[in-house]
């Protein structure tokens, strides 16, 4: 069976890729595990290595897959506090959301920002080893920054993936 992988998002995508159901078992897979052997990914899926090889080139020049990473177990880091920080843009800084945005994601406590639609304009996920840090952290990069009319903290306890 053949889907394409933007149906569910309406015809926003020019050119959807086209995958069947092999594809999405390889990226299943993929996204559990980065490092699978390409002949255990095989395996799994139920095709030859040399097919899931192919497979999964194509699906790189694709675009589909645009990378590995690697998770990180922040807590033997150090780091005991994480936290989503909705922002909300002031209206004189509306036109430097993005840019905004951008240079929040070179701060190293920042760990992921999401540029939304509606309100909040701006959620970021920030790691830092202690609430005070967090708090130092808000002020400094956040509350001192006047394309920021507010902020809202919200700690998380537990992370489910």
């Known amino acids: 069976m053949e889907n394409s992988l933007w149906e569910v998002q309406g015809d926003a995508v020019p050119n ?3 995958v069947d159901d092999t594809d999405l078992a390889i990226l299943s897979e993929l996204s559990k595990d980065g490092r699978i052997p390409n002949n255990v990914l095989a395996s799994k899926v139920g095709v030859a290595p040399s ?6 080139k194509a699906l790189h020049t694709a675009g589909v897959i645009t990378g590995y990473h690697a998770a990180i177990n922040e ?15 002031s209206p004189s800084a509306r036109d430097r959301l993005l840019a905004s945005a951008k240079s929040l994601q070179q701060l190293p406590e920042v760990k992921e920002v999401f540029v939304l639609g509606g309100s909040p304009d701006l959620l ?5 080893r202690s609430i005070e840090d967090l708090r130092t952290f808000v002020a400094t990069h956040l509350g001192a920054n006047r394309a920021f009319s507010s902020t809202q903290t919200a700690i998380i306890f537990e992370h489910l993936s």
């Open 16 to 18: 959807p890729i086209r």
């Open 75 to 89: 807590k033997l880091l150090g780091v005991s506090v994480n936290a989503m920080v909705s922002i909300l843009v």
């Open 51 to 56: 097919t899931c090889l192919g497979r999964v």
């Open 124 to 128: 970021v996920r920030v790691a830092t």
